[in-house]
């Protein structure tokens, strides 16, 4: 019998279903069984979000200082043969009900066991899966894979769907020209392919070989374009973060003025740092290339983003 845990967290489902596609062709197995833990946060977040509680929400998720879970329904002494950490990202950070998990003394369960990451977020998960990493380490996980599923359609679109998504719950396409928020329907289904993989590196995972499993499968793809972006942008948080947390907890009204200030100092960095920057590294870039391939190719890790196996997994397997 193989022994697997997943732990999630979902405000809309998107992540939910995800990690159930990814786990259907293990879940039908008679020779596995799979434990599914819900993260609850003590008190819910909102969905959708008001727009002040979202900005709210972003210094404590940068500095990794989460609102406490509800105890979960396993002994942290079990042993799982595989654990699936499935998180969202929230302002370039896990998302706290994940950390709070990661920080409590049930995660004890991760000691030196073969531990997966899937994320579905919007798009910007390279400084989260690198705090991820650390958290992971800090408990002797054994970090194997990453999956990363993000929303549909262009950088540009996106920025403005997902937003729309958060603060007034409505996913769908608009105005002929942009897509319905999330990640696409069949990229969730094609999460599948992961699963038959698993199911096929059983007996590596038993004989505690260690390494990728989903490698070749297309599990992950860094886009350097936002290697920069994501590292200003998380030095903006950081500082106004402090500031915010030295004003008071969630919800002061003492952070409400400052939170509008914050607002207005981002746009204006979205809309003039952010390109100039990126316009910048793209300039440089034929000369920063080699450093640039070494970064993209560690961040890709452990699972890389090739595809030779796509052709094996990535079918629908009547079968299972
Ligand atoms: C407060 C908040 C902050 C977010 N920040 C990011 C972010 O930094 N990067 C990103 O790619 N997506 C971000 N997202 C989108 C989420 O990662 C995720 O795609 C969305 O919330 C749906 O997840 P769920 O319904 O499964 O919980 C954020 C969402 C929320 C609610």
């Known amino acids: 019998m193989t022994r ?33 833990q819900e993260l609850k946060p003590v008190t819910p977040y909102p969905f959708p979000w008001s ?31 595989l654990i699936v950490v499935a998180y969202q990202v929230w302002f370039l950070a896990p998302s ?5 998990f990661l920080q409590s003394p049930a995660a004890a ?6 531990t997966i990451t899937l994320i579905a977020c919007r798009n910007m998960w390279l400084s989260a899966q690198e705090k991820m990493r650390t958290l992971l380490a800090a408990r002797g996980a054994r970090l194997i894979d990453n999956v990363v599923l993000v929303d549909q359609g262009p950088p540009w679109a ?5 937003p729309r998504w958060l603060l007034t719950g409505r996913q769908d396409g608009f105005w002929g020209v942009f897509p319905p928020a999330g990640v696409s329907a069949a990229d969730i289904a094609g999460a599948a392919r992961f699963g038959r993989a698993l199911v096929d590196g059983f007996d590596k995972l038993r004989a505690g070989a260690g390494g990728s499993l989903l490698h070749g499968l297309g599990a992950v793809k860094v886009d350097p374009g936002y290697i920069a972006g994501e590292k200003i942008a998380q030095r903006s948080f950081r500082l106004w973060g402090r500031l915010l947390r030295a004003v008071g907890p969630p919800g ?12 207005l100092f981002l746009v204006t960095m979205i809309l003039t740092v952010l390109p100039a920057s990126m316009l910048v590294r793209a300039a440089l870039r034929p000369l920063l290339r080699r450093r640039l391939d070494t970064e993209v190719a560690r961040l890709e890790q452990p699972s890389g983003s090739s595809d030779e196996r796509m052709a094996r997994y990535a079918r629908v397997d009547t079968r299972l």
């Not at 596609?21 to 020779?31: G, I, N, Q, S």
């Open 96 to 100: 706290p009900p994940i950390v709070a």
């Open 109 to 114: 369960v991760l000691k030196d066991t073969p």
């Open 4 to 36: 697997i845990l997943v732990l999630y967290y979902s405000q809309t489902g998107q992540l939910t279903r995800a990690a159930r596609a990814m786990l259907a062709p293990l879940a039908a197995r008679r020779d596995v069984e799979v434990v599914w």
């Open 158 to 162: 996106t920025f403005v769907t997902t």
């Open 252 to 263: 002061h009204p003492g952070r409400r003025a400052l939170l509008l200030l914050y607002a």
């Open 51 to 81: 727009f002040f509680r979202f900005l709210d929400a972003f210094p404590e998720c940068v500095y990794l200082d989460p609102a406490p879970i509800a105890p979960v329904g396993f002994d942290a002494a079990t042993r799982f043969d």
